[in-house]
């Protein structure tokens, strides 16, 4: 039995799998008695001190005034006490203004919802996360898993709060979300807010400053900010909402932490530059933080508050973008595509495929490569019960699988 039929398929050592800081010299005097002490020598000691300390600080000076354009008369400096040194502050005053304009734009979200305790009552469950203000009539985006809990229930409620009332709590409704995204848009009955400036996505580069503003640890952080670099930019990852296709995101080394999420990453002229996704949360991946880039925030977000697009039908697996159908024959397996991840909860996991299965077979037509299983999907609306054939350990399945929608209002 081979290591894929032993469900280690995903174990590297056996087939690859992409993815995851004075010492001073005391000086000797005569005693009271004038015994044991060389008078002169003191005298030697200070008046040659005296002399070293001249020539030294006018030569030190000498160099600073030069440096700074100071004036000299054959090989003297002028005006020696007027020297005088200016420390560029220029970084410390650009955050400072950074937080300034943004904050009144970030806000902060917590969700509640009643879940059914292992005993049968009910009990209360709440999560808190960013969000930023995209209108000025009350939209708010943030991310999709920051209200996925407050998402289809009647008993869950969503409150926002704002920079300049942290204290008071705006209900807020769902408008609509894009879970392949991690995307939602939120709305409060309230005008006159501050909308967030966009950035130019086509402008974003490695090595940019950017400032993460949000509410790290929960809404008692409220308005914390960190700042770095842009630290790589198409990066795709796993997100903790895994969906059917991967996602282009920007990787920076600010500060990220769970509270983050849905909070804005910004350039040095305060503009949106992505909104702020997960944190790889491993010592050995420290500083890698990722956002969504503006330019997909807008899209998305337009949509859903426009309500001008059709559901994307959504089954809630990644598929291996690696495990072509050449290279599954090499190791003995049949073409397919290789699920890399299954969503919580999703239609795929609740229809009990696994991460590792191969899917050969989607609504009657053959997969050979993760493509076709896009193409085969995207012909799919939401509501439709399909087949699907799957290969796991040495044997093949069959299960049904009822699409999703991957947006909705």
Known sequence: MNEFENGN?????????????????????????????????????????FV?????????????????????????TLNKTNVTITVDETANSTIEAVAKKVNPSVVGIRTTAAVQSFFGGNTESTGEGSGV????????????????????????????????????????TVVGYNITYDLAVI?????????????????????????????????EYMGSVSYGIISGLNRTISTTNAADKEVSLIQTDAAINPGNSGGALVDIQGRLVGISSSKIVSESFEGMGFAIPVDTVKDICDKIIAK?????????????QSWTAERLEKYGYPAGAV?????????????????????????????????????????????????????????????????SSNNAQ
Not at 354 to 365: A, P, V
Request: proline share 4%; hydrophobic share 35%; aromatic share 8%.
């Open 339 to 403: 699920v890399n991840s299954v969503v919580e909860s999703g239609p795929a996991s609740a229809a009990g495929i696994k991460s590792g299965d191969i899917i050969t077979e989607f609504n009657k037509k053959n997969i050979t490569s993760a493509e076709g299983l896009t193409n085969a999907l995207s012909s799919c609306k939401p509501g439709d019960t399909v087949s699907v054939k799957i290969y796991r350990s040495g044997r093949y399945y069959t299960t049904a699988v009822t699409v």
């Open 308 to 320: 001008e697009y059709n559901p994307d039908p959504y089954i809630g697996v990644t598929i291996s």
């Open 133 to 172: 203000v995209y209108s000025e009539d009350g939209y708010v985006i943030t991310n999709y898993h920051v209200i996925e809990s407050a998402t289809g229930r009647t008993n869950a409620s969503i409150e926002v709060y704002f920079a300049n009332a942290s204290e008071e709590a705006v209900s807020a």
């Open 52 to 76: 070293i300390g001249i020539s030294s600080g006018a030569l030190t000076a000498k160099y600073i005034v030069e440096k700074s354009g100071g004036n000299q008369t054959n090989g003297e």
């Open 9 to 49: 398929f995903n174990n590297e050592n056996n087939i690859p799998e992409e993815q995851k800081v004075y010492y001073a010299t005391p000086i000797s005097v005569p005693d009271k008695k004038g015994n044991g002490k060389n008078v002169l020598t003191v005298v030697l000691c200070v008046v040659l001190s």
């Open 187 to 219: 709305k409060v009955n309230k005008k006159g807010l501050s909308p967030i400036e966009l950035a130019d996505a086509s402008k974003l580069a490695v090595g940019q400053y950017v400032a993460a503003i949000g509410a790290p640890g929960g809404l």
